[in-house]
């Protein structure tokens, strides 16, 4: 078992829909990021949480450390929200070593 | 402007041979990173560098090497290039190990050895 699973792994939804892409993880952490993966290949880091919520723009990411989950929200999708969401970890000690989750592809359409 | 710069965004090479791949990054970081991206796109780090003392060396081979001349470069030396080398490589750097202030990437080098 993956020590950081995200789901879906896939998700392709309409222009305007609300997504949500979910991370759990299973280590201590001292901080949590969300980054986005363009098409290119190129890699955006989005967010970096170690607790509550942040917002910018239509991105929405909260954290719940009890729970060891991390949820990424678009409201009002856009087809350029396109790309690979990844959920990493900093495992607490771990002298700044990131453990990456699998990535969610996103596809809005249309 | 370019934050964390990688040359070249593209490497096709045969087996066998010896290349790098640079980067810079001009955000006054003092950790740098390279990452690899395997063919179901994890990302596994393999280097990273703080204050030009190697402080992460995860299971690669010892055909790749890092080198590290300042701290705002931190490049990616491969030899006796094999056809599994063949990835997307990504270089990083952060501040403080990222807990305060988050990772920036580069856009990553394609490499393909044929």
């Known amino acids: 078992k993956n020590e950081v699973e ?3 792994q ?3 939804a309409q222009e305007g829909e609300f997504i949500t892409i979910n991370c759990s993880y299973s280590v201590g952490i001292s901080a949590l990021h969300w980054l986005q993966q363009h098409p290119g290949g190129g890699i955006v880091s ?7 919520k942040k917002k910018h723009g239509r991105l929405i990411a909260t954290i719940n450390i009890q729970e060891k989950h991390s949820s990424l929200h678009i409201t009002a999708s856009h087809p350029r929200d396109s790309a690979v969401y990844i959920c990493a970890v900093e495992q607490r000690g771990s002298n700044y070593q990131l453990i990456w989750g699998a990535g969610t592809k996103l596809i809005i359409k249309p | 402007d370019t934050a964390v710069s990688q040359t070249p965004k593209y490497l096709v090479t045969q087996m066998g041979n010896d290349k790098s791949i ?8 003092d950790t740098m ?9 994890f990302l596994k780090i393999m280097f990273s560098y703080n204050n030009k003392e190697l402080i992460i060396n ?3 081979p010892n055909r ?3 080198k590290s001349p300042d701290k705002a470069h931190l490049n990616l030396h491969i030899n006796s290039l094999e056809l599994g080398d063949s990835a997307v490589y990504f270089c990083a750097s952060s501040h403080q190990g990222a807990s305060n202030y988050g990772y920036t990437f580069g856009s990553g080098t394609r490499l393909t050895v044929v």
Do not use: I
């Not at chain 2, 640079?22 to 970081?29: A, R, T, Y």
């Open chain 2, 33 to 41: 990173y390279w990452y690899k991206q395997d063919s179901k796109k």
């Open chain 1, 10 to 12: 896939n998700l392709t």
């Open chain 1, 6 to 8: 995200q789901s879906p």
């Open chain 2, 64 to 66: 790749f090497s890092p």
């Open chain 2, 58 to 60: 995860e299971t690669v």
């Open chain 1, 46 to 52: 989005l967010f970096m949480l170690s607790s509550g």
């Open chain 2, 22 to 29: 640079k980067c810079e990054q001009n955000l006054g970081h």
